[in-house]
């Protein structure tokens, strides 16, 4: 019984609108998807600065604000790094 109470106060923290049980949140997974599409080709067509971070931004939407989220140091001679 209490592992349900939680997840619904997780449900009910992260609706996005009210009326709507789990509505599709288009926009944000688009903007996701393609900034996640842009760095593999940049990456992949070895287009990224050599000392370009490798931080990752954490979008929060409805404050309309990006967070860096630093990850550990780039190693130059690495190139997953």
Do not use: W
Request: proline residues 9%.
């Amino acid at each position: 019984m209490a592992q349900a109470s939680v997840r619904d106060v997780g449900r009910d923290r992260n609706r996005y609108v009210e009326e709507v049980p789990a509505p599709s949140v288009i926009t944000f997974n688009t903007q996701l998807a393609a900034g996640a599409a842009t760095d593999f080709m940049l990456m992949m067509g070895g287009m990224v600065e050599a000392d370009a971070p490798l931080d990752h931004l954490r979008h929060r939407p409805r404050l309309r604000r990006h967070e860096p989220v630093v990850g550990p140091p780039n190693k130059l001679d690495c190139k997953d790094c």
